[in-house]
């Protein structure tokens, strides 16, 4: 294994086991730009959304009274994930994604979930559209301060809309939409769904390949007959 690949892997595996219901950061695939049609791009940081198991779990008794737009950056309904994630090129034009999140509080809390997909790239240098579909699953196995075991499985769209106004400077608008199984085992399924926007800026530092990425915005959750707003926002370093 070539000691970059082995390094991203390393690093990736050390967030998941520092990894509380799952958090779900959206949008999991962000291409932003043409990318590197001869290289791997490897990204590391943090990322944050909604718990979409918060609801089920309050329904339960294993959390407090659910806050909903109230409070959306309370701990028990939105949380921080340590995210890693690699891009490879498989033509000049087609990139596939992987990526693994660890949860992220301070403290070793397991959660922890993996995502995968496809994104495509049409335009040129300085415009163009990159959609991308991609699968996820995240659980924290049981393994958490409450009795139950929450996960989510899942799909999203999302479609990258994105503008280089000089060389190493992308800026761009990614809408999302997801649809996720979660369950509260044992006893409790429901459909969720998480559709929003972020807005994005990926910064490259002089001549390196090194890059910065800046992510902000908002989504809508639907949890059975519940809903709230979730803010997500991500920092990410990459080369």
């Not at 050390?14 to 949008?27: D, F, K, N, R, S």
């Not at 309050?58 to 994930?81: C, I, M, T, V, Y």
């Not at 498989?90 to 496809?118: A, C, K, M, N, R």
């Not at 997500?232 to 080369?239: I, M, N, S, T």
Request: charged letters at 15%; proline letters at 7%.
């Amino acid at each position: 294994m070539p000691g970059r690949v082995r390094a991203f892997v390393m690093t990736a595996v050390m967030g998941v086991l520092a990894g509380c219901a799952p958090t779900t950061a959206g949008p999991m695939v962000m291409r932003m730009g043409p990318g590197m049609p001869q290289e791997n791009f490897f990204q590391l940081g943090l990322r944050a959304g909604p718990r979409l198991n918060a609801p089920q779990l309050s329904e339960r008794g294993e959390n407090g009274a659910f806050q909903g737009d109230a409070k959306p950056f309370h701990s028990d309904q939105w949380g921080l994930n340590l995210d890693g994630s690699v891009t490879v090129p498989v033509g000049d034009q087609l990139s596939w994604h992987l990526g693994l999140q660890g949860e992220f509080i301070g403290l070793p809390v397991p959660g922890y979930g993996v995502y995968t997909g496809l994104s495509y790239y049409v335009g040129s240098e300085r415009f163009g559209l990159a959609p991308a579909l991609s699968v996820r699953g995240a659980s924290n196995f049981g393994l958490g301060d409450t009795n139950s075991t929450s996960s989510l499985f899942g799909v999203e769209a999302t479609c990258a809309l994105t503008v280089q106004p000089e060389p190493g400077m992308s800026l761009g608008l990614v809408p999302f939409f997801s649809v996720q199984q979660s369950l509260v085992n044992p006893g409790s399924q429901v459909t969720t769904h998480f559709y929003g926007a972020v807005v994005a800026a990926q910064l490259k530092f002089g001549e390196s390949r090194t890059k910065l990425e800046l992510s902000g915005g908002f989504g809508r959750a639907h949890s059975g007959d519940t809903s709230w707003n979730a803010p997500v926002a991500g920092v990410r370093g990459g080369r």
